[in-house]
């Protein structure tokens, strides 16, 4: 059963940049797409960015879009985010996910596997 631990949160100022991280306990992690979600308070969790099993292929939400960088290290069993230009509405609790298939995906019931996420607090 695979493990994943998010880090890397924490209370910045707009327009600081921050770079998650999500560590996977599997050997089979690298076939696997990832994708990072986040939920605000009072919001229902939304999709943030995916990434394919061999790191190739990424999709990005819109609000993110240009500012945001998913990427992975195979080797580490890790993937990154990187969040550029961080508003205060990119507070949230940030969540990696471990899909089931390799492709990636936008839709939260493709994920089998959530971390406990992390806070990313953005103050204006």
């Known amino acids: 059963q695979a493990q994943l631990v998010e880090s890397g949160g924490g209370l910045v100022q707009a327009g600081v940049s921050l770079r998650l991280s999500c560590i996977a306990s599997e050997r089979s992690f690298s076939v696997y797409a990832i994708g990072w979600f986040r939920q605000a308070p009072g919001k229902e969790r939304e999709f943030v960015a995916t990434?394919?099993?061999?790191?190739?292929?990424?999709y990005y939400s819109d609000p993110v879009k240009g500012r945001f960088t998913i990427s992975r290290y195979n080797a580490k069993n890790t993937v990154y985010l990187r969040m550029n230009s961080l508003k205060p509405e990119d507070t949230a609790v940030y969540y990696c996910?471990?899909?089931?298939?390799?492709?990636?995906?936008?839709?939260?019931?493709?994920?089998?596997?959530w971390g406990q996420g992390t806070q990313v607090t953005g103050s204006s």
């Open positions: 996910a471990r899909s089931g298939q390799s492709g990636y995906s936008h839709m939260a019931n493709d994920y089998n596997y």
């Open positions: 990434v394919n099993w061999s790191g190739t292929s990424t």
